[in-house]
């Protein structure tokens, strides 16, 4: 069990405005992985992604804590992501500058054999083995929708002027709701979480053929990041890595 991560703000946007998380516990098969990609303006995004994810942290560490690991993963996973949008929804409110920010969440919850994966917006959640890898998130976003109801494919909606266009995120509203699945992650697979500036740029083979074939699993995220930049790098770029 390992994981490791790279944020950058690519090569055109002047703040990074995604933030990340990972967190291995061995000795006890625990892990916790977050990527947040803020919106809102130059200030506002950066304290979304960062207040989204220091909510969610404290929230699941509070509970692991006072259950002695023996937590609901549901319904651990729903109460922080509340806690998330209502420390984002809130200081929102009281900060003129900060008004109307919100954030996108993809995440992974692992304890044992047993592997909860999360998300809110358009940040994504890859499962990855030597010959497969699989979307596991569902966008919230227009162009999905789009895409589910049969009037684009999917070539039309990775070029289409919309596709950034999210149709839920943290502390836009007072209220929110997250997809949770469940993966069968074995011993060796790997989790990727990925903000869109990653998934825009670079197709679902390149980032399956980087993580199986491209070296050291302690050096891929790095590797992902090049490939961004040599394309340009319009937006954020943030990558989580997780092997079991």
Request: proline share 3%.
């Amino acid at each position: 069990m390992n994981s490791w991560t790279i944020t950058s703000k690519g090569a055109v946007r002047q703040q990074n405005q995604d933030a990340c998380f990972a967190e291995c516990d061995p000795e006890r098969n625990m892990a916790l992985l977050l990527v947040c990609d803020g919106m809102g303006g130059a200030l506002a995004g950066n304290v979304a992604s960062n207040k989204a994810l220091e909510a969610f942290v404290e929230y699941l560490k509070r509970e692991d804590e006072n259950s002695n690991g023996r937590f609901n993963m549901v319904i651990t996973i729903e109460n922080a992501i509340t806690a998330a949008n209502e420390s984002v929804f809130n200081h929102s409110n009281t900060c003129p500058e900060c008004k109307g920010m919100g954030t996108t969440m993809v995440g992974a919850l692992i304890m044992d054999d047993r592997t909860a994966v999360f998300n809110v917006g358009d940040s994504r959640a890859y499962h990855i083995r030597p010959r497969s890898i699989k979307k596991i998130t569902v966008d919230h976003s227009i162009v999905e929708e789009l895409v589910l109801r049969g009037d684009i494919t999917r070539e039309q909606a990775a070029r289409h002027p919309g596709r950034n266009l999210i149709t839920r995120a943290i502390g836009t509203e007072a209220d929110v709701e997250c997809d949770i699945f469940f993966p069968n992650i074995r011993h060796g697979d790997y989790l990727l979480l990925c903000s869109d500036g990653l998934s825009n740029i670079v197709t679902e083979k390149e980032i399956m053929d980087e993580v199986i074939k491209g070296g050291a699993p302690d050096d891929c995220c790095r590797r992902l990041l090049d490939i961004a930049m040599q394309r340009g790098a319009p937006d954020n770029v943030t990558v989580v890595l997780f092997r079991k």
